[in-house]
């Protein structure tokens, strides 16, 4: 799956900033840094995502 469509955000082309609210902005850049965070694999944790992994998981 695409990173934009992941985390719900628009393709480039699509994207309109001047018409995103703040509030709305504020939302899909909290989506972003929990995709980034714990969805998308890490090359440190051999890359396997962090919500995925043995050693980190529940």
Do not use: D
């Amino acid at each position: 799956m695409h990173l934009a469509a992941s985390i719900g955000v628009a393709e480039p082309s699509q994207a309109k900033p001047s018409q995103a609210k703040p509030s709305q902005a504020r939302a899909m850049i909290g989506r972003w840094i929990r995709y980034y965070n714990e969805e998308r694999p890490h090359q440190f944790l051999g890359y396997v995502a962090p919500r995925a992994h043995p050693a980190l998981a529940g």
